[in-house]
């Protein structure tokens, strides 16, 4: 059994129990095979007595997932007090309990669904919290960039072990810190958010990573983390590059070996690290697109 990177504060653990099960089949040619699959499980988040929202998940970090999920809608503010977080695996359900009373019933019925994976969702009011974000200046090395892209994409990973799923990383210049995987990219960034809620980190001078494409959703829940910069191997879309430009985000994408393409915050970026000693990447090099 290969080990988690030890580097990393959080990484992938591809071989863990429930996240994977073995399927039989057949291949091209008529062969029996035996492939690893990703697991579903549905989770349903509770903010103290009212059902928010039931997420499907690969079922690790519950407790993550339910905190940066409220974070990032908005119902947990930065001067609430979490009194508990209470993660019951046989109903699959997680009780986030604070110390105010919430009531969040008009703002559930106010549902956006989101082009992210496994059916995103998004309350109507979301973006309201935009006009306030006030993202660092800081620097982007482009050395930091070739670095971390390597790292991540040679990390045992269930991305790397079975597809069907997404992965996003914290990074502090050029090191990955949390790696989080999920089926829907967006569950993945709430792990994030959730694991800096309980542990008291500043989004300030880091990066956050995805192997998904860089949606408006991807673009504002960064924002609202208070990260300034916000990179993937994959595109772009339209929605997603006005709102990173319109809240100062850098925003990267298209990052295979030694190209990238950045569309929003070009002033940070240091362009410390020649292209041409970048090696390309190879067809059987790096990850496998997710499926």
Known sequence: MQLPDTDYL???DPKAARLTRAVSGTD???????VSVVEERPLTIFLNRQEIVTAMTI???PEYLALGFLRNQGMLGDDEEITGV????????VVVRTASQTTYEEKVQKKTRTSGCAVGTVFGDMMEGLDQVDLPKGELRTSWLYALAHRINTTPSLYLEAGAIHGTVLCQQDRP?????D????NAVDKIAGWMLSEGVSGSDKMLYTTGRLTSEMVIKTALMGIPVLASRSGF????VEIARQVGLTCI???????????????RLVRDMDPESVPEEGRKSGRKGAQ
Do not use: N, Q
């Open 86 to 93: 209470d993660y019951d695996e046989e109903l699959e359900v």
């Open 183 to 186: 089926v829907g990219r967006h």
């Open 28 to 34: 091209h040619t008529g062969a029996e095979v035996s």
């Open 59 to 61: 079922g690790d970090y």
């Open 253 to 267: 994408g298209r990052m295979r070996g030694k190209r990238f393409v950045c569309l929003s915050g070009e002033e």
């Open 177 to 181: 810190l949390v790696y989080m995987e």
């Open 10 to 12: 959080i990484a992938p």
């Open 237 to 240: 879309t339209a929605w997603g």
